[in-house]
């Protein structure tokens, strides 16, 4: 083969390949030297912000984390579309903790009703608290991407149950359990909830960022009180965690060298390569200042919007907080031994302990706070771009006063226990099954003084070296939606009255930042419902809560939260239509909330549990509402607040308590019966007789409730003993926890030993709420209140006989029916012409000043809603099922009818019926 050929224009070097090889070198160690400087700058990064990504804050630039959709390119989000950037919530379930040893377990005497006698107790624990060797292999996963879509669905269809009609057992008479296999903890984790497969996960109903997008809070219910009789208990026994949760716990971060070294059993990567945040359980006095009380690792993920396709990249961990201290609370409600939670399970009177709130702060880099709080990080059809894990940290429960884990701070340096009427005293040495040589991992000398003197010992029961594993070998929620914060939105209103509440009384010398609103309510309220026990079927509802809200308007209520639960009993309606267009936005807000109570059982019954939805509403409504405004309540609607005296609304009302120092205003009730005048007869029920002979009464159709139950029969004031079925209005600043009747947790139950010293108080372990926080109103003179209950047909099926003068009654067969007493005198006449014997009183400033006023407020509501183009529309969607409910196509575009009803309001500005109304004609069921 002859020399090559040399190529035209230019010259046959032979230097020319070796130089061509010298710059290819050159090139390669310039690429490596970048390589090399992009590395230290992530390792810089790490060293300024060890707990964030290296690249975190290009993650957080708005120019990448894009606040609407309008603002991606349009080719980005038609190739990848919202299934691409949303992220499913997911539920991780991790094998039960190995905390104690087997069939060692009493659990007292189940046929004791008494929930504090022979309570049982524990099963002996293994200490120190073994390691949680486990793989992410063997976690379960459950996904629920197919129910919670987007922030339009929250909090709605968060899986707290299976929801309607897919329930594996009843509410009432339920004697089915898991425990017994009847029930399938797996199958319920898949259609419903996953809490009984993994009962470390809190049972949350609402999640959603405070107005500085600094914190993201969590309203979560204890599952273990669904059910309490002895029939339940293995199920009970397997709930304890939920009660663990509302302990906190304290923690130290350590790096994966040290994690290795203390607990080389743990699960690693095969790649052996983590930089990732670990965690030890350390005592007070070795934990980090934010983790001394906490119980669930927070880990924050974002989309980045920059990359192709959208990815997920974590933003942070924090450490969960408590807005007050369970166990403190639990500390102080009685001068005894009282332990949160007993072997025997009759917790349930212990009401402080139904509800759990812990927040998660937002880590502070860059731009994630300022975007949470606006709400920019929400696409415009409601798929979020930030997202946050919960991750519990696992340990053994803790019983009884003597196990309290406190700061000296809190109650002093020595727990203070009258008592051990549980026999509780002795747990920790006689209740307790060393693994080995307990010092061999307890090196006291390594330690700083123990901060108490008595008390719950971490060393003992955690050891040294109880590392956390890593978060993707952990149980866990993955993906809660960070949506838009509840005050987005305060800003406008339909209404011009839109002016910031000043505060009084103690809020005003506290110089506290202006309310949205001076006085609110909540109502859990349904269009249907059974009463406990399913004695009586309600369907009055819709006429009730239209009455109720205009009267609480007309009195000086700013707004109304309905909380509503319909979506429990049937899918064939929704307050949606009652509310709207008839009220103002700015009168009224609806949260759908389609949970089930857990049990509804009366309270007598063997098995009383909990009404676990009505409870997490009041819950839900404090935390989301209660920032916005001065008082609030949470009422049914057969119950009306009605001014007395020189008073002219409730809103003068709250203003005089709060300038006389007072925080919780309570009203007595007394339950009030119809008046004979405003009733007919009835035989639509069997024990009512018949069409032609009708033996019982019911109101008459379009008469008003609270003008036809005007009779009670307690003439004012109400007796002592009405407190027991009492309502309050209270301020949510001192109020933290309200349960029905009773504001369970407040500021002053929450003062430290230290707080009270500084303040030259005198200090307790038990706590009394003081009569000028917590006044019973005087009915004559400032407000009083109407308990309305309906009374069905049927409770007056023998009223001819029971309602006649002079005839006995019983606790169960009494008259139902009200003949209200001439001028409200006793003893003036005794009985009416027809020989009924007269039995209540009315409230005449109820008659003769607001019963008036609310005809007037209600007819001119009806002129205005009747001139409303959408009105006969909005009538056939009352009638109707809801055609939206499904799953649809909207022209082919990637948006269900939900979704695109969510974004016309969004966009538009327009209702929902008008949204709906828009876009009927295009959507097609599947």
């Not at 980045?304 to 942070?316: H, K, R, W």
């Not at 927040?359 to 994630?368: A, E, H, R, Y």
């Not at 389609?594 to 676990?612: D, K």
């Not at 005007?710 to 109020?735: H, M, S």
Request: proline share 7%; hydrophobic share 35%.
């Amino acid at each position: 083969m002859g020399p090559p050929t040399p190529r035209p224009g230019r010259p046959n070097n032979p230097r020319s390949t070796w130089q061509k090889y010298l710059l290819w070198l050159m090139l390669a160690v310039l690429l490596v030297n970048v390589f090399f400087a992009i590395k230290f700058q992530g390792h810089l990064q790490d060293l300024l912000h060890p707990h964030a990504s290296p690249s975190l804050h290009l993650k957080l630039n708005r120019h990448n984390i894009t606040p609407s959709i309008e603002s991606l390119p349009r080719t980005h989000f038609k190739k990848y579309g919202r299934d691409e950037i949303f992220q499913p919530l997911r539920a991780y379930i991790e094998k039960p903790l190995n905390d104690t040893v087997p069939g060692t377990v009493d659990t007292g005497n189940l046929d004791e009703k008494k929930p504090k006698i022979q309570v049982g107790r524990p099963a002996k624990w293994w200490v120190p608290l073994p390691l949680r060797e486990g793989s992410p292999d063997d976690l379960r996963m459950f996904e629920y991407g197919s129910r919670l879509k987007s922030c339009n669905d929250m909090p709605a269809k968060l899986p707290v149950d299976r929801g309607l009609g897919k329930h594996a057992s009843k509410n009432v008479n339920n004697r089915m359990t898991f425990s017994s296999g009847q029930l399938d903890i797996w199958q319920e984790a898949k259609d419903g909830c996953p809490v009984n497969a993994d009962p470390f996960l809190p049972w949350v109903h609402d999640m959603f960022p405070d107005a500085t997008g600094s914190v993201i809070h969590f309203v979560a219910q204890n599952k273990r009180r669904c059910n309490s009789g002895k029939v339940h208990i293995d199920d009970i026994l397997a709930l304890q965690p939920q009660v663990t949760i509302l302990q906190p716990v304290s923690v130290k971060r350590i790096d994966e060298t040290t994690a290795k070294s203390l607990a080389p059993e743990l699960w690693s990567p095969t790649n052996g390569v983590s930089n990732s945040t670990r965690y030890r359980l350390a005592p007070h006095e070795e934990a980090d200042s934010d983790a001394m009380f906490t119980r669930f690792i927070c880990r924050f993920r974002a989309m980045d919007y920059a990359t192709t396709p959208p990815f997920l990249v974590n933003v942070g961990e924090t450490l969960s907080t408590y807005p007050f201290n369970y166990e403190f609370v639990n500390y102080r409600k009685e001068i005894g031994d009282l332990s949160m939670l007993t072997p025997k399970g009759k917790d349930n009177p212990m009401f402080w302990l139904s509800q759990l709130k812990f927040d998660c702060p937002v880590p502070d880099n860059g731009d994630l706070r300022s975007m949470i709080a606006s709400g920019e990080g929400v696409l415009s059809d409601g798929t979020p771009s930030v997202y946050v894990d919960v991750i519990p940290i696992r340990t053994a429960p803790r019983y009884g006063k003597r196990m309290s884990y406190f700061t000296p701070d809190m109650a002093g340096d020595s727990l203070d226990v009258n008592g051990d009427k549980l026999e509780f005293g002795d747990l920790m040495t006689n209740n307790i099954v060393p693994t080995g040589d307990v010092t061999k991992h307890i090196q006291h000398e390594m330690h700083a003084p123990r901060l108490m003197k008595n008390g719950f010992d971490p060393q003992l029961f955690w050891g040294d070296r109880h590392v956390l594993p890593r978060i993707e070998a952990s149980g866990r929620w993955e993906n809660f939606p960070i949506c838009r914060h509840p005050g987005v939105g305060y800003e406008s209103s339909d209404e011009p009255n839109n002016k910031a509440v000043e505060p009084t009384g103690e809020a005003k010398r506290d110089n506290a930042v202006p309310k949205k609103h001076k006085l609110t309510a909540c109502l859990w309220a349904s269009a249907s419902f059974a009463t406990r026990g399913n004695a009586e079927a309600i369907s009055n509802t819709a006429d009730r809560l239209k009455e109720w809200i205009e009267f609480h308007l007309l009195v000086g209520f700013d707004h109304i939260y309905v909380y509503d639960n319909t979506g429990a009993h049937t899918d064939e309606t929704s307050l949606e239509h009652t509310l709207f267009p008839r009220f103002f936005e700015s009168e009224v807000t609806r949260i759908d909330w389609p949970s089930r109570v857990c049990n509804n059982n009366i309270p007598a019954h063997e098995n009383t549990g909990e009404r676990s939805s009505q409870y997490a509403a009041e819950s839900s409504c404090r935390a989301r509402y209660g920032p916005y405004t001065e008082w609030m309540a949470s009422f049914d609607t057969d119950e009306y607040l009605i001014p007395m005296g020189t008073f002219n609304s409730m809103a003068e009302v709250v203003d005089d308590a709060a300038n006389a120092g007072i925080e919780i205003l309570t009203f007595r009730s007394t339950r009030a019966s119809p008046i004979y005048s405003f009733m007919e007869p009835s035989h639509d029920h069997p024990n009512c007789g018949t069409e032609s002979e009708p033996n019982c009464l019911r109101v008459k159709d379009g008469a008003l409730f609270v003008e036809a139950y005007n009779c009670d029969f307690e003439q004012l004031p109400k007796p002592t003993w009405a407190d027991r079925a009492k309502k309050q209005l209270f301020r949510p600043e001192y109020v933290q926890t309200h349960y029905v009747h009773y504001s369970t947790v407040t500021q002053g139950l929450l003062e430290t030993e230290e707080e009270a010293t500084k303040a030259k108080k005198q200090w307790s372990p038990r706590f009394e709420e003081s009569r000028r926080a917590d006044r019973t109103t005087d009915e004559m003179n400032q407000a009083v209140m109407l308990h309305s209950k309906t009374t069905v047909p049927e409770y007056t099926a023998d009223w001819k006989n029971l309602c006649k003068y002079g005839a006995a009654s019983s606790h169960g067969s009494k008259c139902r029916v009200g003949f209200p007493w001439p001028q409200n005198k006793v003893g003036l006449e005794e009985e009416t012409s027809e020989g009924y014997g007269y039995n209540c009183f009315t409230n005449e400033n109820l008659s003769n000043v607001w019963i008036p006023k609310l005809r007037d407020a209600m007819g001119k509501r009806e002129s205005r809603v009747a001139s409303l183009p959408a009105l006969e529309s909005a009538k056939i969607k009352v009638k109707e099922k809801d055609p939206f409910c499904g799953e649809c196509k909207w022209k082919g575009q990637p948006f269900d009818c939900n979704e695109r009803v969510a974004y016309l309001q969004s966009k538009g500005g327009i209702s929902e019926a008008e949204a709906k109304d828009s876009i009927r004609k295009d959507c097609i069921r599947k």
